[in-house]
T-cell receptor, first 116, second 109 residues
């Protein structure tokens, strides 16, 4: 079974621009979560989508948004980029959060975003 | 206070040593406990998953959970240079996942 895939793997943008990152979950997984990882803050939860609906949201500004499509693929958008948005953005998928035995998250390789 | 605390290290050990990695937490609602391994420039990889107090063993890895003390550990026996990575603990209540900041481990040949 193919793992979680994320595109692009690397991205360089300038301040003020916007960016869209894509995540394809493991086949059959319906939940997709997004995380921001930085050396200083570690892994921080952005949001989770399940069946095209946002189920959970972390403490990030509204510049960070996401969506999920009917095939469970998810996109994350960051508008008006700031220098502090430079980070590794990780996507994680799980089958179903409501079933404890199947809700373990599996991570993709991440998209490394650099904002200049 | 963070909900999950993890010593960032780095932890440097000789090959063959027993490694002990630890996390403490404050939220008694946490029900599920995980350990992830993350190599440089890669996404975290799930190593162990448990939902009860006690020990769970998988090869050279043993995960230990003490809910009464709100303390979890990962033991690595006969450590290898290929174990050099950052290890993240993770916990889950009924709603969300919470991650430790990660401990960087270096196993010297």
């Amino acid at each position: 079974k193919a793992g979680v895939t994320q595109t692009p793997r690397y991205l360089i943008k300038t301040r003020g621009q916007q960016v869209t990152l894509s995540c394809s979950p493991i086949s059959g997984h319906r939940s997709v979560s997004w995380y921001q990882q930085t050396p200083g803050q570690g892994l921080q939860f952005l949001f989770e989508y399940f069946s095209e609906t946002q189920r959970n949201k972390g403490n990030f500004p509204g510049r960070f948004s996401g969506r999920q499509f009917s095939n469970s693929r998810s996109e994350m958008n960051v508008s008006t980029l700031e220098l502090g948005d430079s980070a590794l953005y990780l996507c994680a998928s799980s089958y179903d959060r409501d079933k404890p035995s199947t809700d373990t998250q599996y991570f993709g390789p991440g998209t490394r975003l650099t904002v200049l | 206070q963070k909900e999950v605390e993890q010593d960032p290290g780095p932890l440097s050990v000789p090959e063959g040593a027993i490694v002990s990695l630890n996390c403490t937490y404050s939220n008694s609602a946490f029900q599920y406990f995980m350990w992830y391994r993350q190599y440089s420039r890669k996404g975290p990889e799930l190593l162990m998953y448990t939902y009860s107090s006690g020990n769970k063993e998988d090869g050279r890895f043993t995960a230990q959970v003490d809910k009464s003390s709100k303390y979890i550990s990962l033991f690595i026996r006969d450590s290898q240079p290929s174990d050099s990575a950052t290890y993240l603990c993770a916990m889950k209540d009924f709603n969300k996942f919470y991650f430790g900041s990660g401990t960087k481990l270096n196993v010297k040949p």
